[in-house]
């Protein structure tokens, strides 16, 4: 983890990538944008796991124009994993809150200021974005995707009982410390991260709170979600009942 003490009132926003080329310069900008309008202090901590569509190229180009304390580049060699993105990304974070999100457009950063200013009214450990509670919402999915998700949430539920309604859901906000304690304990590295991420956070007493966010299909690129993800999260959900 970072030696320097982190900053109380500077927001860490970890950005796993790849191939994300187009995306990456208008979330950074969108990003830019909502914090500059909150005045509030930020950096972006990009974690590209070696994408071969110039997607660094472009976040060294990011760096010039925003300024090296703003973006800060952490490149790994290939894919490796979410969860080890975030463990990686962390280390360089300076903030005393971490925001986990993803690059492609499907996290919209306007939501980033009532997750903040939830956190603040309750003094709350996690904020959550999610889909399925409020006025949140999917837009862009084919009902495949949609049954996948919902059933996905539902299962974790029924075995787990988080009491969070989306539980993959990856548009959170962290206090620092309580990322580095739940992180420290979660063993899953792919799809499942986000799932244990949140259980292992529940089983720890942290206190969470949810905001409803409208979930948008990436814009440009591929979704990497597949069939052995879906296993695999399925595995995870029974692997947690048992340890947790």
Known sequence: MAKSKPSPNKYSIILPTYNERRNLPIITWLLARTFT?????????????GSPDGTQTVALQLQKLYGPSRIILKPRAGKLGLGTAYVHGL?????????IMDADFSHHPKFIAEMI??????????????????????????LKRKVVSRGANLLADTVLRPGVSDLTG????????????????????????????????K?????????????????YGESKLGGDEIVEYAKGVFGLWWKV
């Open 91 to 99: 280390q360089f974070a300076k903030g005393g809150f971490v925001i």
């Open 37 to 49: 309008e909150q005045n509030i202090d930020w950096e972006l901590i990009i974690v590209d796991d």
């Open 203 to 219: 089983a720890l007493g942290f206190k969470v709170e949810e905001v409803p966010i409208s979930f948008v299909d990436r814009v």
């Open 170 to 201: 990856s548009f959170r906000l962290y206090k620092r410390s309580v990322l580095e304690k739940v992180i420290a304990q979660t063993e899953s590295k792919g799809y499942t991260f986000q799932m244990e991420m949140m259980v292992r956070a």
């Open 117 to 142: 200013a939830v956190q603040k009214r309750g003094n709350v450990d996690i904020v959550t974005g999610t889909r399925y509670a409020g006025n949140g919402g999917v837009f862009g999915w084919d």
